[in-house]
T-cell receptor, first 112, second 112 residues
Framework: GDSVTQMEGPVTLSEEAFLTINCTYT??????LFWYVQYPGEGLQLLLK?????DKGSNKGFEATYRKETTSFHLEKGSVQVSDSAVYFC???????????FGKGTHLIIQP | DSGVTQTPKHLITATGQRVTLRCSPR?????VYWYQQSLDQGLQFLIQ???????AKGNILERFSAQQFPDLHSELNLSSLELGDSALYFC???????????FGPGTRLLVL
């Protein structure tokens, strides 16, 4: 079945550092890929998405490129802020009626 | 605010009891998904409804059931509760012909 693997962390960085959170997937067909973010005590918010190979999703300074050849969708940000501290989830949708398949989540901590 | 609402926000109950969680999707969305988030299992897809009909099942226990009503709100029923059912339960809704799911704030269930 479908699966998503991501680094679990916690990942601790200083403010203004460069961020990479790795995400790789296994899926049949051509899934859509997502990054969701969960702030403390809140639900999941869509951060960005990509629906086909070589698409780049971007939002709030975050970017991720759908790489079919390496089955990856790594999340990057050039300069993180304290307010980016949260748990980040990589997910895929195989299309159709099935729900999203999530990675375990990466806890990101940004120190001032 | 995603536009998806869930009630109650918190629920504390005892083993063996039955509870009902409620979800209202975004205006116009016909699809509702239920997910469970626990420390050991992560985020898991439980079940999906579309316009009142069950469309897909994930890792949903037989003790759990759901339904979607004519006004499109959905309820997740959890019975014969066990300590291990303590978790955050999210619902999400999706627009027709779109892949993005929008999540509610969740219901935190504690079984004592």
């Amino acid at each position: 079945g479908d699966s998503v693997t991501q680094m679990e962390g916690p990942v601790t960085l200083s403010e203004e550092a460069f961020l990479t959170i790795n995400c790789t997937y296994t899926a049949t067909g051509y899934p859509s890929l997502f990054w969701y973010v969960q702030y403390p005590g809140e639900g999941l918010q869509l951060l960005l998405k990509a629906t086909k190979a070589d698409d780049k999703g971007s939002n709030k300074g975050f970017e991720a490129t759908y790489r079919k050849e390496t089955t990856s969708f790594h999340l990057e940000k050039g300069s993180v802020q304290v307010s980016d501290s949260a748990v980040y989830f990589c997910a895929l949708s195989g299309g159709g009626a099935d729900g999203l398949t999530f990675g375990k989540g990466t806890h990101l901590i940004i120190q001032p | 605010d995603s536009g998806v609402t869930q009630t109650p926000k918190h629920l504390i109950t005892a083993t063996g009891q039955r509870v009902t969680l409620r979800c209202s999707p975004r205006s116009g969305d016909l699809s509702v998904y239920w997910y469970q988030q626990s420390l050991d299992q992560g985020l898991q897809f439980l079940i999906q409804y579309y316009n009142g009909e069950e469309r897909a099942k994930g890792n949903i226990l037989e003790r759990f059931s759901a339904q979607q009503f004519p006004d499109l709100h959905s309820e997740l029923n959890l019975s014969s509760l066990e300590l291990g059912d303590s978790a955050l339960y999210f619902c999400a809704s999706r627009a027709r012909d779109q892949e993005t799911q929008y999540f509610g704030p969740g219901t935190r269930l504690l079984v004592l």
